[in-house]
């Protein structure tokens, strides 16, 4: 028991220390409340010999249900989950510390307090349970089955207790425990450090997958940023074998100098956001889109004929030239520049080619699409 005592004080140090260095990470303050509280109840029933019953047994029992729901908490502000289910918890609790009162004061019946505990703690972690696997983000697949699987196994343990204690019964000395009881404390010690450890490393996961998407993100419309995007179409030049070929649209807003010049920038981020939805809401899975800059936006456009890529061209067009809800009735309309991906392309040509037609497009009278061949 000292030694998990101990090992609490590590964990609560660990987190803090992660928290000045990283004071973003959601949930982490959840964590170290749900490690104290652990902390707090072992403290409590280490000290059973010296303090009175009320808090060696209820309130160091009530301390452990806590330990489990802060550590929900903590998994649904990882997640950004509104199931917090603080309404279930305080009745949990609240029933526990009737129980426990009734069962040490009135029935001083070991057996049924280690049932009760038992069961509300493995309600209360079927609960976090059922979070983590209805969160459905393939980015943080593995360190949710991580986090998951350690609860499942938790919760297991907890109902394998719960069945060796009806078949069982504690010795009446919680200090002195039997071998049963003994091997599931210390297993329960094991493995509700590795049910906090998983979480963390969720959190930690969650938090570095944000700022990552920070990084290559736009601000503004959502859509992958100028650096990302670079990225993955070199990519794909470098993995590119022949086939159906790549096609790179580059789509500019036309005459955004003058919308912002007679109705502010506030109006020229909305079209640029508008522009941008109406773009995202026109992809396919295989395509990628990104504002790169300003009011231009650039599109990859993989597994297609060029045909059918200069339909999608011209669809895209008249999608951004149907927008409506505009500030001001603002009618917007862009022009587009479409290069195919040849033998002997860099990056660098093929974005020139797409520029040159995008700049065509322009000379041309603008809200039109034109192309750029080899």
Same mark, same amino acid.
């Given at each position: 028991?000292?030694?998990?005592?101990?090992?609490?004080?590590?964990?609560?140090?660990?987190?803090?220390?992660?928290?000045?260095?990283?004071?973003?990470?959601?949930?982490?303050?959840?964590?170290?409340?749900?490690?104290?509280?652990?902390?707090?109840?072992?403290?409590?029933?280490?000290?059973?010999?010296?303090?009175?019953?009320?808090?060696?047994?209820?309130?160091?029992?009530?301390?452990?249900?806590?330990?489990?729901?802060?550590?929900?908490?903590?998994?649904?502000?990882?997640? %950004?989950?509104?199931?917090?289910?603080?309404?279930?918890?305080?009745?949990?609790?609240?029933?526990?510390?009737?129980?426990?009162?009734?069962?040490?004061?009135?029935?001083?019946?070991?057996?049924?307090?280690?049932? @009760?505990?038992? %069961?509300?703690?493995?309600?209360?972690?079927?609960?976090?349970?059922?979070?983590?696997?209805?969160?459905?983000?393939?980015?943080?697949?593995?360190?949710?089955?991580?986090?998951?699987?350690?609860?499942?196994?938790?919760?297991?343990?907890?109902?394998?207790?719960?069945?060796?204690?009806?078949?069982?019964?504690?010795?009446?000395?919680?200090?002195?425990?039997?071998?049963?009881?003994?091997?599931?404390?210390?297993?329960?010690?094991?493995?509700?450090?590795?049910?906090?450890?998983?979480?963390?490393?969720?959190?930690?996961?969650?938090?570095?997958?944000? @700022?990552?998407?920070?990084?290559?993100?736009?601000?503004?419309?959502?859509?992958?940023?100028?650096?990302?995007?670079?990225?993955?179409?070199?990519?794909?030049?470098?993995?590119?074998? %022949?086939?159906?070929?790549?096609?790179?649209?580059?789509?500019?807003?036309?005459?955004?100098?003058?919308?912002?010049?007679?109705?502010?920038?506030?109006?020229?981020?909305?079209?640029?956001?508008?522009?941008?939805?109406?773009?995202?809401?026109?992809?396919?899975?295989?395509?990628?889109?990104?504002?790169?800059?300003?009011?231009?936006?650039?599109?990859?456009?993989?597994?297609?004929?060029?045909?059918?890529?200069?339909?999608?061209?011209?669809?895209?067009?008249?999608?951004?030239?149907?927008?409506?809800?505009?500030?001001?009735?603002?009618?917007?309309?862009?022009?587009?520049?479409?290069?195919?991906?040849?033998?002997?392309?860099?990056?660098?040509?093929?974005?020139?080619?797409?520029?040159?037609?995008?700049?065509?497009?322009?000379?041309?009278?603008?809200?039109?699409?034109?192309?750029?061949?080899?």
């Amino acid at each position: 028991m000292v030694g998990y005592m101990l090992s609490l004080i590590v964990a609560i140090l660990g987190c803090i220390v992660i928290s000045r260095g990283r004071k973003e990470v959601r949930g982490l303050n959840w964590l170290i409340g749900t490690l104290s509280a652990s902390f707090v109840g072992m403290v409590l029933l280490y000290s059973r010999s010296w303090i009175p019953d009320f808090f060696s047994i209820v309130v160091a029992n009530e301390a452990m249900l806590v330990t489990f729901v802060l550590l929900h908490q903590g998994i649904a502000a990882i997640l %950004g989950s509104s199931r917090r289910y603080l309404w279930l918890s305080a009745g949990l609790a609240g029933a526990l510390f009737a129980a426990f009162l009734y069962y040490t004061y009135v029935s001083n019946d070991l057996s049924a307090r280690v049932l @009760l505990r038992t %069961g509300a703690v493995t309600v209360q972690m079927l609960i976090s349970v059922a979070v983590i696997f209805r969160h459905k983000d393939p980015a943080l697949r593995s360190p949710l089955r991580v986090a998951g699987w350690a609860l499942v196994a938790y919760c297991t343990m907890q109902m394998t207790r719960f069945v060796f204690t009806l078949i069982w019964p504690p010795s009446p000395d919680l200090m002195q425990p039997d071998s049963v009881q003994a091997f599931f404390s210390f297993v329960n010690c094991i493995m509700g450090l590795g049910s906090c450890l998983a979480v963390l490393w969720l959190a930690l996961c969650s938090q570095r997958y944000e @700022l990552q998407t920070m990084a290559f993100s736009d601000a503004l419309t959502g859509l992958m940023n100028r650096r990302a995007f670079d990225e993955i179409i070199e990519y794909e030049m470098r993995d590119h074998r %022949g086939g159906a070929p790549l096609v790179l649209l580059l789509i500019d807003i036309d005459s955004f100098k003058a919308i912002n010049d007679d109705y502010g920038h506030l109006v020229g981020d909305e079209v640029i956001r508008q522009v941008g939805r109406a773009l995202q809401a026109n992809t396919r899975a295989d395509d990628t889109v990104s504002r790169y800059g300003g009011e231009e936006f650039v599109m990859l456009l993989r597994n297609l004929r060029l045909d059918r890529a200069e339909s999608i061209a011209e669809r895209l067009r008249m999608q951004v030239a149907g927008i409506r809800g505009l500030p001001e009735e603002i009618h917007v309309t862009v022009s587009i520049g479409l290069a195919v991906h040849g033998p002997g392309d860099t990056f660098a040509s093929f974005l020139k080619r797409s520029d040159d037609a995008l700049y065509s497009a322009k000379r041309s009278g603008r809200n039109r699409v034109r192309m750029e061949l080899v």
